[in-house]
């Protein structure tokens, strides 16, 4: 098993260079020269050819194209991204404390998502075709075709407007993060309950299913059993669930003005400030082949055929 994961783990370097470098040539495609970009956001009302060749120097725009990169790479592995262009502060001072805002809000969400999918897709399983099933599936379809700011906005609508139960926007206390919890959760857990019944509905026509019935053993341990081994399957979407909410909460957030990554990556994106840009499509592309890697090696703790195979 050790052998697995770190076999498991070398594959993902390659995996994160060539993401690193995709990141970086973000910037160079853009159409605005990354020094006008800085003198703009300065506030500078003329500028001169000069003043942009002091500018590219100055922030190393000038020097060989590959150089930057190893430079801003081996920078990035200290989570030092560089210097906004539009504040002048540290990037990871910006970034820091929004990503941890929306890591409590990915993580929260995602433990809710796996929760509310496993008891939905259990129930429809056990009442495959009948009215619970029909009900809920009917519904789950409604709700993830809804377009997320569509549902915020009516909870917001009903429970902080109407009912003034909950804020609308900010982060003060926990019921602040009630409705963007539940926005995501409704939006997601439609999708990955149906994985969770599908699972289930297979391992319900397995041979040792009946043998189980058949032999006496208790509806509930047999039903137990069903469970334990159909969350095996359930294992990789849940790993791969949390940087998908992770890297789709910019919605959310921005309709709940929620202080995380999402708002500050828009509102970086608006205003061409690439070093933040790039730091948040790195992070947000490392969660995604670093949550990819931990679902393989638990996969793999749970199936030893699967560290067999490779």
């Known amino acids: 098993m050790i052998?697995?994961?770190?076999?498991?783990?070398?594959?993902?370097?390659?995996?994160?260079?060539?993401?690193?470098?995709?990141?970086?040539?973000?910037m160079s495609l853009s159409p605005m020269d990354p020094a006008e970009v800085v003198l703009k956001s300065q506030g500078i009302p003329v500028i001169t050819d000069e003043l942009m060749e002091e500018t590219r120097k100055e922030f190393g725009f000038d020097r060989?194209?590959?150089l930057q990169y190893g430079d801003w790479l081996m920078d990035s592995l200290r989570l030092d991204f560089g210097t906004s262009f539009v504040t002048g502060q540290p990037v990871w001072s910006l970034l820091g404390p929004a990503l941890f805002n929306t890591v409590k809000l990915t993580l929260i969400s995602s433990v809710a998502v796996m929760i509310l999918s496993v008891l939905l897709?259990?129930?429809?399983?056990?009442?495959?075709?009948?009215?619970v099933?029909?009900?809920?599936?009917?519904?789950?379809?409604?709700?993830?075709?809804?377009?997320?700011?569509?549902?915020?906005?009516?909870?917001?609508?009903?429970f902080s407007v109407k009912l003034d139960l909950f804020?609308?926007?900010?982060?003060?206390?926990y019921t602040s993060y009630i409705l963007p919890v539940l926005v995501i959760?409704?939006?997601?857990?439609?999708?990955?309950f149906r994985v969770v019944r599908s699972s289930m509905l297979r391992q319900l026509s397995e041979d040792y299913v009946l043998y189980a019935r058949a032999c006496g053993l208790k509806e509930w341990r047999v039903t137990a059993r069903i469970i334990r081994n159909s969350l095996h399957v359930a294992i990789s979407v849940f790993c791969m669930a949390v940087p998908i909410i992770l890297g789709s909460t910019v919605v959310v957030e921005s309709?709940?003005?929620?202080?995380?990554?999402?708002?500050?990556?828009?509102?970086?994106?608006?205003?061409?400030?690439?070093?933040?840009?790039?730091?948040?499509?790195?992070?947000?592309?490392?969660?995604f082949v670093m949550f990819n890697a931990i679902s393989d090696i638990l996969n793999a703790a749970v199936n030893p055929k699967v560290r067999n195979d490779h």
Not at 5 to 15: A, D, H, T
Not at 271 to 286: K, N
Request: with cysteine.
């Open 3 to 26: 052998r697995y994961i770190i076999r498991r783990l070398l594959v993902s370097i390659p995996v994160l260079l060539i993401i690193s470098f995709i990141t970086f040539v973000l």
């Open 64 to 66: 060989p194209f590959l």
């Open 121 to 131: 897709g259990v129930i429809c399983a056990l009442h495959q075709d009948k009215a």
């Open 133 to 158: 099933d029909q009900f809920v599936r009917g519904i789950s379809f409604f709700l993830t075709a809804m377009p997320s700011y569509l549902l915020a906005s009516l909870l917001i609508w009903y």
């Open 167 to 173: 804020p609308t926007n900010g982060m003060y206390s």
């Open 185 to 192: 959760t409704i939006s997601y857990a439609g999708i990955y």
């Open 255 to 287: 309709v709940f003005a929620w202080p995380g990554v999402g708002s500050l990556s828009i509102r970086s994106i608006v205003s061409r400030d690439f070093p933040v840009v790039q730091a948040y499509v790195l992070i947000v592309a490392v969660a």
